[in-house]
């Protein structure tokens, strides 16, 4: 379809892998923070609403040394995964998942967080009134209700993912087959000359898989809104 | 405190006195300088909390079902302590058995009006008859697999009365059900409410601004007012 030398199929199957993960990984967490954000009032609320959305401002560089120090070979948490799990995350693909994840997540937190705060919470007392406890209430009412918001959570944030250089390469480095991804053979592409062809080719292929997630997020958006349905006078 | 309370005057019942009172309700709560405050004791059938718009009747029933803690007092429906500020008794909503109607109807926009009539139903043998039953009862057998966005207001407002009655409460608490229905289809629903009265002999109590709605369904009448 692209006409790709068959050598970069494979670049195109590990980036979407890498997001796949980057983003089952992170929703979870993201929700949790978009629930804690949107549900509850504690001292410190601004700054965890600061520092979830802080890979969205700092240079992605930072980000991926932030990772480096955390989750390299030395680093506190990068230790603890080897030693307990005999998990490495450094140079490997699940090191680009999680880069990529830590990048999502603001755009996941953002479009979950909208949708929950859209949720009608009149509804989960009338739950309560026909005996629903609030686990209950949570998994038939709150959940459900905001599940559009989700979906278009985890669509950008696969879109954002697809896209994700600067903290990827700082913390993974460019591992043909390992790291590679898009973005990343992309840039190496253009460092070597007569690479043209393969540089459009590839960047073609980003576009594509980003707007076909930037537009499937446009729709559920328009069809979440159609959801917030009236009864007819 | 001293804040004054509201004036609460209730009517004498005209019918035989009850063996018990089935609402037994004395609570406030304060909203910013102002008290929101009733008292109600009252025996089976409809009765009637009456008052203009804004001074708080929503308010007592948020309090009666346990969606909102009063700042003190006590509510008792039956021989029940649902809430009893003294002695820290505070049930939780899913626990206190109330059947609440919402002046909107209030029903859940993701399920049909089928899942929404069963939402409070334990599952057993008997629930899709339950459930047949009832929507007899309500004439909403037809609607049954509709959304709640395709359905009128008095539409809803008999799924949300099924839905409420489904789970078997000890009481209903009705907060205006004719409020957001036009002027033709309120005769059904006040008609609605009087066999639930008569025929069901659930006890209700019916939040309204209308003296004349409360007087035509009601014995027992709890007047509440602004200082």
Partial sequence: M?????????IIALSIKVSAVAVGAMLPIAFALAWILARWRFPGR???DALVYLPLVVPPVVTGWLLLLLFGANGPIGRWLADWFGITLLFRWTGAALAAGIMAMPLMVRAIRLSIEAVDRRLEGAARTLGAGPLRVFLTISLPL??????AGVILGFARSIGEFGATITFVSDIPGETRTLPIAIYAALQAPGAEAVVTRLAIASILLSLTALLLSEVLARRMAAGVRSYRA | MSVPRPAVTARPDPSPPATASTFRIDVWR?????RIACRIDAGQGVTALLGPSGVGKTTILNMVAGLLRPDGGHIHVGDVPLFDAARGINVAPEHRRLGYIFQDARLFPHLRVRGNLLYGVRRSPDAAEALEEMARFLGIAGLLDRWPSTLSMGEAQRVAIGRALLTHPSCLLMDEPLASIDRARRTDILQ????????????????THDLAEA?????????????
């Fill in chain 1, 2 to 10: 692209l006409d790709l030398p068959p050598d970069y199929w494979p």
């Fill in chain 1, 46 to 48: 601004m700054l965890l």
């Fill in chain 1, 146 to 151: 905001s599940l559009p918001g989700v979906l």
């Fill in chain 2, 30 to 34: 304060d909203l910013g300088d102002r």
């Fill in chain 2, 192 to 207: 609605l409410v009087e066999r639930l009265r008569d025929e069901v002999g659930v006890p209700i109590l019916y939040v």
């Fill in chain 2, 215 to 227: 007087e035509r369904l009601s014995a027992h009448i709890v007047q509440m007012d602004f200082e």
